[in-house]
Each structure stands twice: as C-alpha cells, then as structure tokens.
C-alpha cells in the first residue's frame, strides 16, 4: 500500500483533476449545466444530488470550533433534502467559498474524503490484489469519479483478473478501457474527462509505479514544496482593518477583503466571495455607502469595517 508521502502524491492527482491544483481547492463551487451531481464543492467536488455535500457541511458544522458554522447550519435541511434550487442560491455559494479561509473546513473536508474515497479505494485495491501507488491512484480515481464497478468487471473479462496478468499490465489496461468508455459517453461533461485517463496513461508510460517526486502532472508540479503550500483561494490574513482596500493595482487580495464581500453578500450585493477586491467589489462598496448615507468613494477603511463586520 501507498506510504504517506505516496498518498498525498496520489490524492494531489486527483485534486488537479477535481479543481485544478495541486493542494486542491476546498472553496471551488461549481455548477455545470447537464451535471447530474448539480451543485459541487470542494477539494474533491462532493455533490449535492449524492447527499455527500449534506454529510461534509454537517460534519463541519458539528465542530465546535467552525467559524462559520452558524451560517451554514440553517441551510442543512434543505442539503439534507437535496433541494435543487441551491443551485443558484448565491448567498450560499458565498458561504461555501469563504469557508475555505477556516481551516477547520479544510480539516474537515480532508477527514471526509478520506472516508468517502480514499478509504474506499483502498479496499477496493485490496480486493482485487493491488497495492503499487499508481495502481491505487488509478482505483482512487475512479471510486472519486464514478464507474469502478463497471470497468474493473469489464477488464476482468477482456484481460484477465490481476492474479493472472499482473497488477501493472491489468491497470495499463483499466486505463485504456476507461478512457473508451469515457469518451463513448453521450453526456458530453464525460466525454470532456478522458483528459483523466490520459494523464494516468502517461505516467503509466513514464513508469512511474513508485510516483517518485517531483512529478508533472498536467502541467502542474507535484514535489515536496508544492504538497506542503497553502492551498489556492485559501487565506489566513491579512487581519480586516490592517489596511485599506481599493480597487488599485496590484488587487488586494485576502482574508479581509473575503470577510468584507461575505458581508456585502449578507446585505444582498451581487458580489462573488473571490477574495479580490477587483472593479466589482469597489461598485458593492459604493452602492452600500450611497444606500446608507457614506462618502462614496468605494474604498473601505476601518470605519466601513467595523460597520460591515462589527467588529
């Protein structure tokens, strides 16, 4: 079985997959039209339609120590419902967003998915007899996006059972079998991901059964440095009111300036929690001071703070 450093070598494939990055995105909130999972989020895009993003947020919100918590604790019967219409609940996509800034949610999501998926892939590997770390990464790959059951029967037919071929030859062979079935599929967001199997035909060719670092993987580093940085969209500062935010180059960029939209947001501004302080949020800013008798200028100092935030 994969050792630790092999582990996080095989989830940070999946995490440039799922978001794009290495560490993974534990604020990415999607909404794909066509998408049968509808509303997705996180490290590993956990699903409304499958219930799992109902279980991640209340294992978040059972936490003591969840910042924002509260905020999200309202919404858990209608996750628990599986209600569609959070498809296009922004507030709570803003939410979901900020979230990422608390590292308990990033603890959480880690603890999650690690039961949900890799746990499961694990003995999914160990049932059949696979233990190298590409051949689990491979299994894992599959047990986080769907259809394991179906291919690994499929090649066990066509091939042989891993006991037969060996487990390098027989996941050669997965990967193949996946990549056709992906791209014969008349849903055309699974078409799109053979780009998944792909990437594992390449370090399978590179033979890279040990998942040595570094590693390049669809263009993004893997290696010791980049497992250990903070994750994309994820900050823990600036402090708000440290510093004032204007929409002047370079964008401010943070903490405070995610806390101060998640407020604009509460007011029902129509801002996206990026943590940018960009054109957008600058137009937020002066349509909350025109609305309540401020200078307008769209910038926020302390004074703004305290009144946004109360702090």
């Known amino acids: 079985m994969p050792t630790a450093s092999q582990k996080q070598t095989a989830q940070a494939i999946i995490n440039i997959f799922e978001t794009g990055s290495v560490r993974g995105d534990y604020g990415n909130v999607t909404v794909v039209p066509e998408d049968p999972g509808h509303l997705t989020f996180g490290r590993s895009q956990t699903t409304l339609a499958s219930g799992n993003l109902s279980d ?105 059972p891993v006991s037969a071929v060996g487990e390098e030859t027989w996941c050669t062979a997965y990967v193949d079998a996946r990549r056709a079935w992906l791209a014969s599929q008349p849903n055309k967001l699974l078409r799109k991901t053979v780009y998944r199997m792909d990437a594992l035909r390449r370090l399978i060719d590179q033979g890279q059964w040990g998942l040595p670092l570094p590693l390049v993987v669809r263009e993004q580093e893997i290696s010791t440095a980049t497992l250990a940085a903070l994750p994309p969209n994820s900050y823990d500062g600036p402090q708000p009111g440290t510093r004032l935010l204007a929409a002047q180059a370079p964008l401010p960029r943070g903490l405070d300036v995610r806390l101060i939209q998640l407020a604009l947001s509460d007011d029902d501004r129509d801002i996206k929690c990026d943590a940018v302080f960009g054109s957008a949020s600058a137009k937020c800013v002066r349509e909350y001071q025109a609305a309540n008798g401020l200078p307008v200028t769209g910038v926020v100092d302390v004074a703004l703070v305290h009144r946004l935030l109360g702090t």
């Not at 019967?77 to 803003?94: G, I, M």
């Not at 603890?111 to 999914?124: L, S």
């Not at 599959?142 to 066990?156: E, F, P, T, Y």
Request: contains cysteine; negative net charge; glycine residues 4%.
């Open 56 to 160: 991640l947020i209340q294992a978040y919100c059972d936490n003591p120590g969840a910042r924002i918590g509260a905020r999200m604790a309202p919404l858990l019967p209608r996750l628990l419902a599986r209600d569609l219409t959070l498809d296009e609940d922004f507030k709570f996509h803003n939410v979901l967003r900020a979230s990422a800034d608390d590292p308990v949610m990033r603890d959480t999501q880690d603890a999650f998915f690690d039961r949900v998926y890799w746990d499961a892939a694990i003995r999914q590997a160990n049932a059949i007899d696979i233990s190298g770390p590409l051949c689990v990464t491979v299994v894992y790959d599959s047990v986080v996006h769907g259809s394991w059951r179906l291919i690994r029967d499929r090649v066990n037919q066509n091939t042989g």
